[in-house]
């Protein structure tokens, strides 16, 4: 199974730390965020990447080159100046990601999830790793049935990890132009095709400094 790094985003909320840097390239006690995401997922067997670039993409390109560091093969998906969200992201990116299920994971996210559980996954649609929603996002993002099936609407609702597994069929119809994941997995629910797990360890979205210097000190 492939796996795609979602690594285009700007980093809005951390503006003053990513005007020359792009927010993968911000470092945990030394180490590259996307560096950790990488090793993680080469040590799931997961050797085939492609990572999806926009702002200052070169200096991630610079940095991982072709893999061969770490153990795995990268290629990229570059969309340019303006990144394509996470949807037209993907959608740009399928002549890489070929015709099987897939691998997605946000490169700002840090967790101890075991991918490895992911990687004979077989999905028509989406299987989403979902997560307890956190205090900056408590109103969440799906309901999870008793019997896994997502849904937009529902009590309890959890918030997603930013890790699932995808067929490329999710985006093969979607138009060229930017896209958000949730509004293309909203649109296709209620559906058996679209399920989800909770997950109850570790995991921590870096989308803020505070939080960085917060996953460090875990880290750490």
């Given at each position: 199974m492939k796996a795609m790094i979602l690594a285009a985003g700007r980093g809005e909320r951390m503006r003053h730390l990513t005007e020359t840097l792009p927010k993968p390239l911000l470092k945990v006690n030394g180490?590259?965020?996307?560096?950790?995401?990488?090793?993680?997922?080469?040590?799931?067997g997961f050797n085939d990447i492609v990572i999806n670039l926009a702002y200052l993409g070169h200096k991630i390109?610079?940095?991982?080159?072709n893999g061969q560091d770490f153990g795995?093969?990268?290629?990229?998906?570059?969309?340019?100046?303006?990144?394509?969200?996470?949807?037209?992201?993907?959608?740009?990116?399928l002549p890489l990601?070929?015709?099987?299920?897939?691998?997605?994971?946000?490169?700002?996210i840090a967790c101890d999830y075991p991918l490895i559980t992911l990687k004979t996954h077989?999905?028509?649609?989406a299987h989403l790793v979902l997560v307890s929603n956190p205090p900056h996002h408590p109103e969440g993002d799906f309901h999870l049935q008793?019997?896994?099936i997502l849904a937009e609407h529902g009590a309890n609702k959890l918030t997603y990890s930013g890790i699932g597994v995808f067929h490329p069929s999710l985006f093969s119809s979607l138009p060229?132009?930017?896209?958000?994941?949730?509004?293309?997995?909203?649109?296709n629910m209620p559906?058996?095709?679209?399920?989800?797990?909770?997950?109850?360890?570790?995991?921590?979205?870096?989308?803020?400094p505070e939080r960085l210097n917060e996953v460090a000190q875990r880290l750490r």
């Open positions: 180490k590259p965020l996307i560096q950790y995401t990488i090793e993680k997922l080469v040590a799931a390109r610079d940095f991982a080159g795995c093969q990268i290629r990229y998906s570059d969309e340019g100046n303006s990144a394509l969200e996470t949807a037209g992201g993907v959608r740009h990116a990601l070929g015709d099987a299920p897939f691998l997605l994971i946000n490169a700002d077989r999905v028509k649609k008793t019997d896994g060229s132009r930017p896209l958000k994941l949730g509004a293309v997995l909203r649109h559906s058996p095709d679209i399920t989800g797990e909770k997950y109850q360890g570790f995991w921590m979205d870096i989308g803020t």
